[in-house]
């Protein structure tokens, strides 16, 4: 009778030492979690034995780590979309105020109208196609653009972007020259996406190009080069992001969205987009999907 109960007695001892062991851990835990700063990387560790008490911390790390997570993301974005408030009123006041101050010198030059009236309808047209490539962003990023492709020949397009083009690419000196090694190449995409794709390129090779534009086809794969201006390098790693300008001082117009566009059409139409810096210059190379089911 009496080795029963010191046995009891001793298993009892232990059920409370364990006990006043997991009422510890637990309250420590707890005042760590209490004091801590939720932007800190803590993590909790258990002396405890067992599985259950190792399962607990695994849970509550784990959901640390997710509140971590979250909370940088919606910093991240924070920043994001104060960044992106800066460049789109700036990009939307520069244009807007060259206009209204041209339309102010209208009342003291009138023999001047012409010119100001030109100069003008140059900066209203910047800003219309500024708020076009914004619109065109939004619904490419809410999934509200429709995007049907077909095999598509290269070349119709792309003369159509060229001719569009013709009055900019002759007052810069630039006469583009294609490389296609064959007329009738076609690639699997939307027509009216590659138009706008060609368009965004032949702008970018303007206003960031340091004169001169090659594009060149093989099987499914478009590319554009053009020498680089004076300035810094383009950042290839950011290249396609949007309102990504290789020139912090944001003065060769546009709102650095035309880059973005392009990839966003690309993946949209299952292909992609990448860009290289060569010895002559930029390439950026279209590679188109090889078929409707990739």
Known sequence: MLPALLLAVTALGAALLRLWSYRAQMTEMARILEETPAESNLRLTVRMPGAVPRRLCRAVNKRLEAGRQLRQETLRGER?????????SHDIRTPLAGAMGYLQLLDGEPDRQAEYLAIVKKRLSELEALLEDLFLYTRL?????????????VLPPLWDA?????PRLEAAGIQPELRFDREEEQVWANQEALG???RNLIANALRHGGG???????EGEVSFSNPLGPGPAPELDHL???????????GKGGAGLGLSIVRELMERMGGQVSAELTEDGLRIRLAFSPNEKT
């Not at 994001?80 to 789109?88: G, N, P, Q, S, V």
């Not at 990023?141 to 020949?153: D, I, R, V, Y």
């Open 80 to 88: 994001e979309l104060k960044h992106t408030m800066a460049c789109i």
């Open 141 to 153: 990023q809410g999934e509200a653009l429709p995007m049907e492709c077909e095999k598509t020949a």
């Open 162 to 166: 060229l001719a569009e083009f013709y």
């Open 196 to 198: 706008r794709i060609y």
């Open 212 to 218: 001169g534009l090659t594009v060149s086809a093989r």
């Open 240 to 250: 396609f992001d949007r309102f990504y300008q290789a020139s912090p001082a944001r």
